[in-house]
């Protein structure tokens, strides 16, 4: 059995929790509230990065074909658009309030796989949703700003018909808060 665990570190997270999200950077807009690959978001003069790119695994058959949103420590350098297009700066300057991760399991006779789908940075007033899109291969990262981002988040099972309706994959949902 292959078996992934992609989901961010919560012990990471929780560092951020009381404490200034200054600004996020992404490339410029083209069609959608949507970046290809990555940005990045500023906490405490710390530089943060998303990522949303291919990893070499067998995703239910399909080698290296699938793409895993990950977060790391990084420099404004190091979040470039991958498509040349001008990036563009939003100010924040709000406390985080609390951080809910959305993970998606997915699971079958021969993978279980966790991952990472969403990222909600909750302030006084709105919230901050980074989503990884609901699609296996797409790089995308939506970007959602408001109220009940949880509402706004796809429900995971593109995958199932992705696969022919595979009605022996199995996705479910774990809400985490940190606060």
Same mark, same amino acid.
Do not use: P
């Given at each position: 059995?292959?078996?992934?665990?992609?989901?961010?570190?919560?012990?990471? &997270?929780?560092s951020?929790?009381?404490?200034?999200?200054?600004?996020?950077? $992404?490339?410029?807009?083209?069609? /959608?509230?949507?970046? @290809? *690959?990555?940005?990045?978001?500023?906490?405490?003069?710390?530089?943060?990065?998303?990522?949303?790119?291919?990893?070499? #695994?067998?995703?239910? *058959?399909?080698? *290296?074909?699938?793409?895993?949103?990950?977060?790391?420590t990084?420099?404004? @350098?190091?979040?470039?658009?991958?498509?040349?297009?001008? &990036? %563009?700066? /939003?100010? &924040?300057?709000?406390?985080?309030?609390?951080?809910?991760?959305?993970?998606? $399991?997915?699971?079958? %006779?021969?993978?279980? =796989?966790?991952? /990472?789908?969403? &990222?909600?940075?909750?302030?006084?007033?709105?919230?901050?949703?980074?989503?990884?899109?609901?699609?296996?291969?797409? =790089?995308?990262?939506?970007? $959602?700003?408001? $109220?009940?981002? #949880?509402? =706004?988040?796809d429900? *995971?099972?593109?995958? #199932?018909?992705?696969?022919?309706?595979?009605?022996?994959? @199995?996705?479910?949902?774990?809400?985490?808060?940190?606060?």
């Open positions: 059995m292959k078996q992934y665990d992609f989901r961010f570190d919560t012990e990471l &997270i929780k951020l929790i009381g404490k200034t999200f200054t600004k996020y950077k $992404h490339e410029d807009f083209i069609i /959608t509230d949507s970046v @290809t *690959g990555i940005l990045g978001f500023e906490i405490n003069q710390q530089v943060f990065k998303l990522v949303n790119d291919y990893e070499a #695994l067998d995703y239910f *058959g399909l080698d *290296g074909e699938a793409t895993i949103l990950s977060i790391s990084s420099n404004w @350098t190091a979040v470039e658009s991958r498509f040349n297009n001008d &990036i %563009k700066e /939003t100010y &924040i300057d709000e406390v985080v309030q609390k951080v809910i991760l959305v993970n998606d $399991h997915t699971f079958s %006779k021969n993978y279980d =796989m966790w991952e /990472t789908k969403a &990222i909600v940075f909750c302030f006084e007033n709105f919230e901050i949703c980074f989503e990884k899109q609901d699609c296996w291969f797409s =790089m995308e990262i939506e970007i $959602h700003k408001g $109220h009940n981002s #949880l509402n =706004m988040i429900d *995971g099972k593109d995958i #199932l018909n992705d696969f022919d309706r595979n009605t022996s994959v @199995t996705i479910e949902r774990t809400i985490v808060e940190i606060v």
